[in-house]
């Protein structure tokens, strides 16, 4: 998200790695690229899609079970 990416880079975290894309909401490489913003002054290096199929499973299987748990 925007607020974690602007976390990251006033830590000056050196590294992100994750796993699913969010194309709806992403800050890192998909609605937003963060990271590489000319005007900041960190950029962290970024290794996405890791375990991407896995990771995308769990996040849909997790907001399915949000989704359930909230109609009852």
């Known amino acids: 998200?925007?607020?974690?990416a602007g976390a990251i880079v006033l830590a000056r975290v050196g590294r992100v790695v994750y796993g699913a894309a969010d194309p709806k909401a992403g800050a890192v490489e998909s609605l937003y690229q963060i990271f590489s913003d000319a005007r900041l002054n960190h950029h962290p290096d970024v290794i996405g899609g890791v375990l991407a199929d896995e990771c995308g499973r769990l996040l849909t299987e997790f907001f399915q079970r949000q989704r359930r748990a909230g109609k009852k």
């Open 1 to 4: 998200c925007v607020m974690c």
